[in-house]
């Protein structure tokens, strides 16, 4: 293939899912339809938790930081997808992409650290409750999430700066339905050798650091739980940790199993359609994972909806947990 130079490349061509053109309203829909379920979804968790002052603790801190993330991430990739099956176009321009490829990076580290942080908040919840406020103070979760949007800004700007150095080939076609790193940096002439050692880099940073914080963490929890003597105790330790390891388990096992599949022989198209599942199908499904076994999230909704009116401090549970805990 014939290389061009970088400063002539003016666009890509996201090849989606299927070329067939019967396919493209069902595909349309379908992904339209899960867009706003996302949004509207985590827009209610949002609501929820800042408008019920009972919520304005850290795990639900946490947990809004976190719906807030989701709707970015996938507001990343399926509005542009959902515009070229529209005009019936698979083109995005060089710029468009790489700034594509920052955003979809930093929302995807962004989502890691968070998840790995509200591991950390169960952590003490179970294992310290005596001392959880104490440690959980406001400045300590502000400062949390900040390092945590720090760290993936730079991450991100590390990724796409060494992408900007590559000078490519006249086969410009991604065989996704976003601009991912990876099939970006294969469609490349140059030298590639600096852009996998920062993947790799960035695969420990953002994958393996994390999810060895959010393993230790869990492991504390479950010797933790397994030392409370009451049955009523440990469902109600096990119970507050339900949802986020829920969460984590579908983040972390889609995800993982589409870099890990990767390195295998597949179809051009399989590799986007295994991506689905933590790009669109996890930070929509999260909202049901919080909302239907929360009592305190249903509440809130009811009560912003006015169905319902309080009826008493929703933090009692905590305190009754704590009780077990101590007991």
């Known amino acids: 293939m014939e290389p061009r130079n ?9 090849l989606g899912f299927s070329e067939e053109p019967a396919f493209q309203p ?5 992904f339209l339809s899960m867009y706003l379920i996302t949004v509207f979804g985590n827009l209610l968790i949002i609501l929820a938790v800042s408008s019920d002052s009972h919520l304005h603790t ?4 946490f947990l809004a930081n976190l719906s807030f993330v989701d709707i970015c991430f996938t507001s990343t990739t399926v509005p542009k997808m959902l515009w070229n099956i529209q005009t019936q176009s698979k ?17 995807a ?3 890691n650290y968070i998840l790995t942080v509200m591991a950390y908040d169960r952590f003490l919840a179970i294992c310290h409750p005596l001392h959880y406020m104490v440690i959980m103070n406001p400045r300590l979760c502000g400062l949390l999430v900040l390092v945590s949007w720090i760290m993936s800004v730079l991450h991100s700007l590390l990724q796409t700066s060494v992408v900007l150095r590559l000078s490519f080939c006249t086969d410009l076609e991604i065989p996704h339905f976003f601009c991912e790193i990876k099939q970006v940096v294969q469609l490349a002439c140059s030298d590639t050798f600096l852009n996998d050692m920062v993947m790799y880099f960035g695969a420990g940073l953002l994958g393996g650091g994390p999810l060895a914080g959010i393993l230790y963490s869990y492991s504390k929890i479950v010797s933790s739980i397994c030392g409370i003597s009451s049955t009523r105790g440990k469902y109600k330790a096990f119970s ?18 589409v870099y890990l599949s990767s390195t295998a022989t597949q179809s051009s198209h399989s590799g986007a359609t295994a991506s689905v599942m933590y790009t669109v199908v996890t930070p929509m499904l999260n909202p049901f994972i919080y ?14 909806f006015g169905k319902e009116t309080m009826k008493g401090p929703i933090a009692l549970g905590q305190l009754h947990l704590m009780a077990e805990l101590k007991a």
């Open 291 to 304: 909302s239907l076994r929360n009592r305190d999230i249903k509440r809130a909704l009811k009560k912003s």
């Open 58 to 61: 850290p795990m639900y801190f």
């Open 240 to 257: 507050t940790c339900a949802s986020h390891l829920s969460v984590v388990s579908l983040f972390y096992c889609t995800s993982l199993r």
């Open 26 to 30: 069902l595909i349309f829909g379908l």
């Open 91 to 107: 083109v995005i321009t060089y710029e468009d992409c790489i700034t594509q490829m920052y955003f979809f990076l930093l929302f």
């Open 6 to 14: 970088l400063t002539a490349i003016s666009e890509f061509l996201l």
């Open 109 to 111: 580290g962004l989502d």
